[in-house]
């Protein structure tokens, strides 16, 4: 039984323990929910939700996994630990399965190039990138074609 009036709960912390318990700590004014500690937690929590989205878009884009996606991923990831919102152990388990998937790339090169083909695999690798943004056409002589236009 709890021994604060309701409108004194309403006050306190709405963190709820494993075990059913709920956090008797004042709420903090600048969460809606939760005390000072569960409201830092949740807080971390996101980010690092945030953080592993962001490292998953670089493994997630195309069907063929390149070296390069895997060194922006790292790349991510480094960021991440450097500003705390991904734990250094997750980090290390990350980055080992990132080493993995790199030895990976060329013993799949090999396998596909022996089914397919060499030009089957540049193809597939090809096909897997988005076509760079292409030049706009730019006039060499600027200056001339202010005059062709001029005399027209």
Request: glycine share 4%; proline share 7%.
């Amino acid at each position: 039984m709890s021994t604060n009036p309701s409108k004194d709960r309403a006050s306190l912390c709405c963190f709820s323990f494993a075990d059913g318990r709920q956090c008797r700590t004042p709420r903090c004014s600048a969460h809606p929910h939760f005390c000072v500690q569960h409201a830092r937690k949740e807080a971390q929590a996101v980010a690092a939700q945030k953080a592993g989205n962001d490292i998953s878009t670089y493994l997630n884009n195309n069907n063929y996994l390149s070296a390069c996606d895997l060194s922006l991923a790292l790349a991510q990831l480094f960021s991440c630990v450097a500003q705390g919102l991904i734990k250094p152990k997750t980090a290390t388990t990350l980055a080992y399965l990132g080493q993995t998937l790199l030895l990976s790339i060329p013993i799949a090169r090999h396998e596909y190039t022996n089914a397919f083909g060499t030009d089957s695999w540049r193809d597939a690798i090809r096909s897997s990138f988005a076509d760079p943004d292409p030049v706009p056409d730019e006039d060499p002589d600027p200056v001339a074609s202010t005059k062709k236009s001029s005399t027209q």
